[in-house]
């Protein structure tokens, strides 16, 4: 599989495990979380964890944001913060953005901002597992 080089916004649980499962599966990540302590405990489980306010462009911008694949803003409950660092990195022109959404109306101006994907964790896991136990015999990843 072709490396890609991912970042990840918000180190909450949702972010936490993306960003090590990436990791895991050979990608480039860089982690980024406003919380010192967060950064510190993903210090060896990603490939470089970085403490910065993703609602801050100029620090995005020397993080060089830009030049990665794909960026994924998991940051839940401040959702004027999701709402900012999604702005800000589709400005940039960043071609894959996947962000988690709090309520529909967030996931609605996630969408009129023109991120590519937009993710109901609770609600998305559900349907999954659902649907698993309907099927069980598909292999679900
Ligand atoms: P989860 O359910 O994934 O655990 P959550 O939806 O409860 O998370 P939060 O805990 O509010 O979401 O945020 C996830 C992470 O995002 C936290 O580690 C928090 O420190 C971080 N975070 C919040 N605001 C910012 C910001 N402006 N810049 C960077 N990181 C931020």
Same mark, same amino acid.
């Given at each position: 599989?072709?490396? =890609?080089?991912?970042?990840?916004?918000?180190?909450?649980?949702?972010?936490?495990?993306?960003?090590?499962? +990436?990791?895991?599966?050979?990608?480039?990540? +860089?982690?980024?979380?406003?919380?010192?302590? =967060?950064?510190?405990?993903?210090?060896?489980?990603?490939?470089?964890?970085?403490?910065?306010?993703?609602?801050?462009?100029?620090? +995005?911008?020397?993080?060089?944001?830009?030049?990665?694949?794909?960026?994924?803003?998991?940051?839940?409950?401040?959702?004027?913060?999701?709402?900012?660092?999604?702005?800000?990195?589709?400005?940039?022109?960043?071609?894959? &953005?996947?962000?988690?959404?709090?309520?529909?109306?967030?996931? =609605?101006?996630?969408?009129?901002?023109?991120?590519?994907?937009?993710?109901?964790?609770?609600?998305?896991?559900?349907?999954?597992?659902?649907?698993?136990? +309907?099927?069980?015999? &598909? &292999?679900?990843?």
């Amino acid at each position: 599989m072709k490396q =890609k080089q991912y970042a990840v916004l918000g180190l909450g649980r949702f972010g936490g495990s993306i960003a090590t499962s +990436l990791y895991n599966m050979g990608h480039e990540v +860089l982690a980024i979380d406003i919380n010192e302590d =967060k950064v510190q405990a993903y210090s060896n489980a990603v490939s470089q964890a970085v403490q910065a306010d993703s609602t801050d462009e100029k620090a +995005l911008k020397a993080l060089g944001i830009r030049n990665f694949s794909v960026v994924v803003v998991a940051i839940g409950q401040d959702i004027q913060a999701s709402i900012m660092a999604s702005l800000i990195v589709k400005e940039m022109g960043v071609k894959h &953005i996947v962000v988690k959404a709090q309520n529909d109306l967030h996931g =609605k101006v996630l969408e009129k901002i023109g991120v590519d994907r937009v993710v109901f964790p609770e609600r998305d896991m559900g349907a999954r597992v659902a649907h698993n136990l +309907l099927s069980p015999n &598909i &292999i679900d990843f």
